[in-house]
């Protein structure tokens, strides 16, 4: 069934310094044809003049609801949309969204979009520290669990001149955003799986079997695949750092559960990055309750695994389909990797250093050998973390678009 295009979206800017980007975005929406309504908070009519945007818009602006020329203009507004973009969106607009607050025209219309569920996109903008906040990221989790899509926010000059997380989106990537919506695509373009972190392996009731990853590496995949617009899920077992912020997180303690969630979300994805360190060795039984101490040793029996990347082979084996592996090693790194290139069915695979100074478990920085099936070896000096993880979605992100040709 082919939908037809989405038209009709309803702009809300809130106060914050990023609205000076809203009018790029407005000619962008114009010259292709769609219809715009805007919708300013108080706050934001303080940063810039309602008469800019009507001068662009051609078209009054929405501030008050109680103005008389509509009572109902929270309802009539909303009833007219078929999208809703906030632009930018401020962490005091998140905050509200997330609890149904709606204290005015701005909040009571998008709680209304979130009722009738037409597509809702969301552009924060904010210093680092407060997109950073723990509320910021409990409500940004919340709206994505009520259907909001992300857009943004990136790495880069915030308003305070510092170079960090909460930049907004510029108006290029949210006008690619909103034409995907529009052309009946609700999903992200493409859906990317990342494992993160390490699994934990029950001895019995308290003691468990673990390594060291921090997952920070697949924290940095995450974060840099929502930040391309891709629709992220992320699995992971224990994480030392921070989880990801705006992507779907599953939790998946062994390396049972992590193949579970992996297989049933990778049924519909479009790429796979395994970042996580899955256990190889598992105890073969979990004992009840917690063994007793008893002076003496004890005998640990451990059995295989299951193998993610072989049990998945099958699912992963259709055209279009991207999988990235990691390979952890003390020596010969590229030979193994190659190895298990091959072995492990992958079309590239990142291989780092465990026993090197900045690069591997728990480290901020990488170093790597990039390897494809293809044949293809690239060979990383040490940079942080998210600077790799760019690097790897890049990459992905080409080897999709090549096989969408
Ligand atoms: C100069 C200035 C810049 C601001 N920039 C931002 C911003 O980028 N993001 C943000 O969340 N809040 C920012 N604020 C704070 C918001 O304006 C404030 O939280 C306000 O209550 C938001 O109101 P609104 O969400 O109703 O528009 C800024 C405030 C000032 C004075």
Redo the contacts with the bound molecule.
């Keep these: 069934m082919v939908l037809a295009p989405l038209k009709r979206i309803l702009l809300v ?6 609205l000076v980007k809203l009018p790029a975005l407005i000619r962008m929406l114009r010259r292709q044809g769609y219809e715009l309504r805007l919708v ?5 009519a303080r ?1 810039i003049t309602p008469l800019t945007f009507e001068t662009l818009l051609d078209h009054p602006v929405y501030i008050d609801p109680f103005a008389r020329r509509d009572n109902l203009l929270h309802i009539g507004l909303r009833k007219w949309a078929e999208m809703a973009v906030l632009v ?7 905050a ?1 969204l997330a609890h149904g607050i709606a204290d ?1 025209l ?2 009571a219309v998008l709680l209304g979009a979130g009722g009738t569920a037409i597509p809702r996109i969301v552009c ?4 680092d520290a ?1 997109w950073e906040a723990p509320a910021t990221r409990r409500n940004i989790e919340q709206l994505i669990r009520d259907g909001w899509r992300m857009a943004g926010p990136v790495t880069g000059e ?2 305070c001149g510092d170079d960090a997380p ?1 930049r ?1 989106a510029e108006p290029e990537e949210i006008f690619r955003v909103i034409e995907s919506l529009s052309a009946g695509d609700k999903r992200a373009p493409y859906k990317i799986v990342i494992t993160a972190g390490a699994t934990e392996e029950d001895i019995d009731a308290v003691r468990c079997i673990t390594n060291h990853s921090s997952g920070r590496m697949g924290a940095a995949l995450a974060e840099a695949a929502r930040e391309r617009f891709m629709d992220v899920v992320c699995i992971h077992g224990a994480l030392r750092v921070p989880p990801p912020q705006g992507v779907r997180l599953i939790e998946a303690r062994s390396a049972r559960a992590m193949l579970q969630a992996v297989q049933s979300e990778i049924a519909d994805a479009n790429a796979l990055v395994m970042a996580a360190a899955v256990a190889d060795f598992v105890p073969d039984v979990k004992a009840a309750g917690k063994i007793k101490k008893s002076g003496s040793g004890m005998d640990l029996h451990l059995v295989p695994a299951p193998d993610i990347l072989l049990e998945t082979r099958a699912l992963r084996a259709r055209a279009g389909f991207h999988t990235t592996g990691f390979a952890l090693e003390s020596d010969a790194l590229a030979e193994y990797a190659q190895e298990k290139l091959a072995a492990k069915y992958l079309d590239a695979i990142v291989a780092n250093p465990c026993s090197e100074p900045g690069a591997g478990f728990g480290s901020e920085t990488n170093r790597a050998v990039y390897l494809t099936k293809d044949g293809a070896r690239e060979d990383w000096p040490t940079m942080p973390k998210r600077e790799m993880a760019d690097r790897i979605l890049d990459r992905v992100l080409l080897a999709l678009s090549e096989t969408k040709k």
């Design positions: 800017g809130s106060g914050g310094i990023a300013l908070t108080e706050n934001a940063f930018p969106g401020t962490a005091n607009m998140i509200k005015d701005a909040s924060p903008a904010m210093n407060m915030l308003a909460g907004m």
